[in-house]
DNA sequence: TGCTACTCGTTGACGTGTCATCGAACAGGG
DNA sequence: CCCTGTTCGATGACACGTCAACGAGTAGCA
């Protein structure tokens, strides 16, 4: 059972921490923003997206800024679309392209959630750290993501 | 746009910080464990948890290890019953129960899996964090896991 | 024994994510 | 203008996760 390089007991707890809490409150937020707004996380990471942007916004753009795959935003915007929360504009300089806007719907639905979903996240997370805590965490989160993103680049 | 108790900067950053990382590491240890083992995550989960207590596992004990809903956990043994790498018995004691048990060809992938992941885990996080990051971030997850878990009790 | 209540694990329906692939449209060089 | 290669976004097939509901078995109690 041991390799090379394993983790050391330290290294394990953190480990099976993260993964834990990230699941768990993945798991709890979501159950809330559906519970309080109908929403999936997904949709929500939509629906900020648009509103942050405010007016279309190319498909492509929307999937480098939420950092998912194309062919998963494809299939998400169809379902938001076949539930009113977007809608698509056809785009004249190139006419492959697609245009998406907010619908009333999508920017009522979004403007409903947040204001719960950002208090589950402070009562649920920011409440129980201090600012030390914070930084730390923020720092930590920069240098993995670095990391993956090296990593990621020489993979492919 | 501004509801009451939004979060500062440095909140925000730690936020967008940890979304964008969760993210990323996730699909790029998933992306890893596939390419070198045909394995998803959840594969590797319950091959671990079987491995660590070797022999038969009911099934439930194996949800409530794993944190999983029962139904998940059914719907993923089907699969991998069906690739191959677990086997069911039927149990004794109780005749609605089974238990679950690691076949050849599972230990077989969960021990060639192993090493690479932890290898991956190690490369992608531990070799940028020193001992107090370490530290500090267990005890980071440990507060927030704690806050879902008394959430997630209150609002059943 | 017979009744009720509960637990075990499965199932079906449905929303979601990934991969490979597609047709259409663009861009640039002959 | 045509040809070639690329990009845009959509699609189909399939793995995955959740919810509600189910049948079968168990436990407690009269």
Chains 1, 2 share one sequence.
Do not use: Y
């Amino acid at each position: 059972m041991a390799g090379p390089r394993w983790l050391d007991d330290h290294q394990q707890r953190a480990w099976r921490g993260h993964l834990a809490m990230t699941a768990q409150l993945q798991a709890q937020l979501g159950r809330r923003l559906q519970a309080d707004a109908g929403l999936s996380f997904a949709d929500f990471d939509v629906l900020v997206a648009l509103s942050e942007r405010d007016g279309p916004l190319r498909v492509q753009e929307l999937a480098d800024g939420l950092q998912w795959e194309k062919s998963r935003l494809s299939h998400h915007l169809a379902r938001m679309q076949k539930r009113g929360l977007v809608e698509r504009q056809d785009c004249p300089d190139d006419a492959r392209g697609a245009f998406i806007v907010l619908s009333a719907d999508g920017r009522r639905a979004i403007e409903q959630a947040a204001p719960a979903h950002v208090e589950a996240v402070r009562s649920l997370v920011f409440d129980g750290l201090d600012d030390r805590q914070v930084e730390a965490w923020a720092a930590i989160s920069d240098e993995v993501l670095a990391r993956v993103e090296r990593d990621r680049a020489v993979g492919s």
